[in-house]
């Protein structure tokens, strides 16, 4: 008996294996829910089936030789009925070796193909393994082997393809050819594929029904017709209650409504223009709403940048320094402090636009624009202003330098001009380190040349340690600087300026730029003085190693003391636990010697008692 020809959903057909292969070029070969979403008639299992038993490339199809007969029946004499087994040692499939195997005993036996005993011989699991009907898509013969079936062209299909084919074969032409086609229209396609199953399940019920064999829709089995179709049903609908108006009209109009449109679907198919009036319109406003983002945008930025524009400009206020007065400080605080308090009121007074929290972030990319976009530093010269340091007024006065309106012109005199640098050394006019007097050289130990060196190395000693009393430490046993006569320094710079308008120009040599001598003394000295730096670098680095060798060990003994500490802890505590048992036990003991004390005596008693009764 021949394998039957119908299954559900049909013979393989052309159209579906060409359909199956080019889904498993794009999807893979373990896929074969999606892959079978493409075939209406066939299952997973028929799809995979289909695959690997006949359609995979790596099938072998060529024809038997003995040695693979002979193969065949000792493996199935070992092997008995474990086709898959066989298989895999063959590199055959099961149905190849089923086939073969039963057309050996045929022979064996002398059973033509024709004859009734054929239906008890051995057969493939199905359909899956016959070829496709309808047009071949190879020139190939069934038992060859197709070596590059990508080289060669496909043949055409039968021009009278049925209507579900074709709505299959563009189905899976639209998900298989990557078109970029929108969610409402697969949708679309996939409600035209339902209404043309439904309409080719109702033309073949017809045609049965003509033919004298009445089918139902619904099916017979109890266990189904109770489940929800929720294509065509609403699960657990609850149907309202019928109120005080009457809605017979409306209902009626509503099935007609739907009775039309179901007709107008099954007639004409479901248009598409609707879907892309709507998808276009969903484009046009997002497409608006990017473009009000934008401005929006656009608008905080500027708002920002015409507020920091605002900020700067009253930030880079004009300079203008007064004429140098006896009372110049107190006019100069006082015109500060109305300067910051009148421009912070008219920042203050700015309309800051809404939504702080969304414009940091334009305000700091602005803010990083623009500093970007500054040009490059200049280094210009200029007459050089006369400067007080903030040393010198906390020293003065005590208090805060920021807190301007608290200083007072008794406390701090005129210090602009000559007083400035007359009283005050320029190190602390221009707020450069003072060094400790400790760290300096004992001039005791200088060799001087002459007395004039020797004198300016004491006064620029004591000047180091007046200036690091008076600004430092002022409990370092130090000499204060007597204050200089004015007149004297005037007369001295005098002499200064003097001498120099006198010397000569010409005479000055210009010196230049000292090289060492290119020898080979020169060299030596200085490859000494790099090994004796090299010893002296690595005697430092022993010694930063031992520290931190110090530093490990000592973690190591702090870990090893920790752990020592807790054990004790645990032995302590287990120490004071069982003196509290043996306390509690030895309480105990007591009660019941006790206790049976008094029982021996009173059965002394008793004794007693009976003897003398």
């Excluded at 019928?242 to 449109?261: A, I, M, V």
């Excluded at 608006?288 to 708002?303: D, G, H, T, V, Y």
């Excluded at 003085?529 to 690595?538: A, C, F, R, S, V």
């Excluded at 029982?599 to 003897?611: M, P, Y």
Aim: aromatic share 6%; proline share 5%; hydrophobic share 30%.
């Amino acid at each position: 008996m021949a394998p039957p020809l119908y299954v559900k959903g049909g013979v393989w057909t052309n159209v579906e294996d060409e359909i199956l292969k080019a889904a498993i070029q794009k999807y893979g070969i373990y896929q074969w829910e999606r892959i079978s979403s493409l075939l209406p008639k066939k299952s997973a299992k028929q799809v995979k089936a289909r695959w690997v038993e006949y359609l995979s490339p790596l099938l072998n199809k060529t024809d038997w030789t003995k040695e693979e007969d002979e193969k065949l029946l000792n493996l199935h004499r070992i092997f008995p009925n474990q086709w898959r087994s066989i298989s895999n040692i063959l590199n055959r499939t099961a149905v190849q070796c089923v086939e073969r195997y039963q057309k050996l005993i045929d022979e064996a036996a002398g059973v033509k193909p024709g004859d009734d005993e054929d239906h008890l011989g051995l057969s493939g699991p199905g359909i899956e393994t016959l070829p496709a009907v309808g047009a071949s898509s190879s020139g190939l013969a069934v038992g060859e082997m197709n070596l590059n079936p990508e080289s060669k062209p496909a043949r055409p299909d039968d021009e009278d393809l049925p209507d579900d084919e074709r709505e299959m074969l563009a189905e899976a032409k639209a998900r298989l050819g990557n078109i970029q086609g929108k969610k409402a229209k697969r949708k679309a396609r996939e409600r035209m594929l339902e209404e043309s199953k439904r309409i080719a399940l109702l033309q073949k019920r017809r045609e049965l029904k003509s033919a004298g064999i009445n089918v139902k829709l619904t099916t017979r089995n109890k266990k189904k017709r109770k489940e929800f179709d929720y294509n065509a049903d609403i699960p657990h609908e609850i149907i309202p209650k019928s109120g005080p108006y009457d809605t017979t009209d409306e209902l009626k109009q509503n099935d007609y409504e739907k009775r039309q449109f179901g007709q107008q679907v099954s007639t004409k198919g479901i248009s598409m223009k609707d879907i892309d009036d709507r998808i276009a319109k969903e484009e046009s406003r997002r497409k608006k709403e990017i473009e009000k983002k934008q401005s929006e945008k656009k608008r905080e930025l500027s708002a920002a940048g015409s507020l920091i524009r605002e900020h700067e400009d009253a930030k880079r206020r004009k300079l203008s320094l007064p004429e140098p007065e006896p009372d110049g400080f107190k006019t100069t605080a006082s015109d500060t402090l109305v300067l910051a308090k009148h421009s912070n009121n008219q920042v203050s007074q700015k309309d800051i636009a809404r939504n702080q929290n969304k414009k940091r972030t334009a305000v700091a990319q602005l803010i990083k624009e623009t500093f970007e976009k500054l040009p490059p530093p200049k280094h210009e010269t200029g007459e050089v202003l006369p400067f007080v340091s903030t040393n010198i007024l906390e020293s003065r006065n005590g208090t805060d330098v920021n807190d301007i309106s608290e200083v007072s012109t008794k406390e701090i005199p005129n210090e602009t001009g000559a007083d400035v640098n007359t009283t005050v050394s320029r190190v602390v006019q221009r707020e450069l380190p003072i060094p400790h007097p400790n760290s300096l050289r004992d001039p005791s130990t200088i060799k001087f040349g002459s007395l004039v060196d020797k004198l300016i190395v004491e006064e620029c000693h004591r000047l180091i340690g007046s200036d690091y009393k008076q600004y430092h430490d002022a409990t370092i046993s130090v000499a204060s600087a007597a204050n200089y006569d004015p007149g004297l320094l005037d007369k001295i710079n005098q002499d200064i300026d003097k001498e120099f308008a006198q010397m000569d120009i010409s005479s000055v040599r210009e010196f230049k730029d000292y090289t060492l001598p290119k020898n080979f003394k020169v060299a030596e000295s200085i490859i000494e003085n790099l090994h004796t730096l090299h010893d002296e670098n690595e005697q430092l680095t022993n010694r930063i190693s031992s520290f931190t060798n110090y530093e490990e060990q000592r973690d190591q003994k702090l870990t090893q003391l920790t752990h020592l500490w807790r054990e004790l802890a645990d032995v302590n505590l287990s120490y004071s636990i069982e003196k509290k048992l043996f306390e509690l036990e030895s309480s105990a003991a007591d009660k019941e010697k006790l206790r049976l004390r008094e029982e021996i005596d009173k059965l002394n008693e008793k004794i007693e008692t009976l003897k003398q009764g």
